[in-house]
């Protein structure tokens, strides 16, 4: 159901993905997929989610290599851009 949101583009689904993500609650643990949503949460979300979304992008990033991070950011971006 949450995925169905934040692909919908709800930014409070977005971010709350990518805080599952993130644990692993319900879903696998992927600091990709966090990363992703979280881009995507902290970019084009409302003004009021986007600290929080900065905030665990930044935890995710920690696990991820520079070039890891690129290439989901750029996919964030194609997929996202408006």
């Not at 689904?13 to 990518?18: E, P, S, T």
């Not at 929080?52 to 989901?72: D, R, T, W």
Request: net charge positive.
């Amino acid at each position: 159901m949450r995925l169905a949101a934040a692909e919908a583009g709800h930014p409070r689904a977005q971010g709350m993905l990518g805080g599952l993500y993130a644990v692993g609650l319900g879903v696998p643990q992927d600091f990709g997929a966090a990363y992703f949503w979280m881009i995507i949460a902290a970019g084009w979300g409302e003004a009021e989610i986007r600290p929080q979304a900065m905030n665990s992008l930044g935890a995710a990033a920690e696990q991820l290599s520079p070039q890891q991070k690129q290439a989901i950011a750029r996919q964030a971006v194609a997929q996202w851009r408006r």
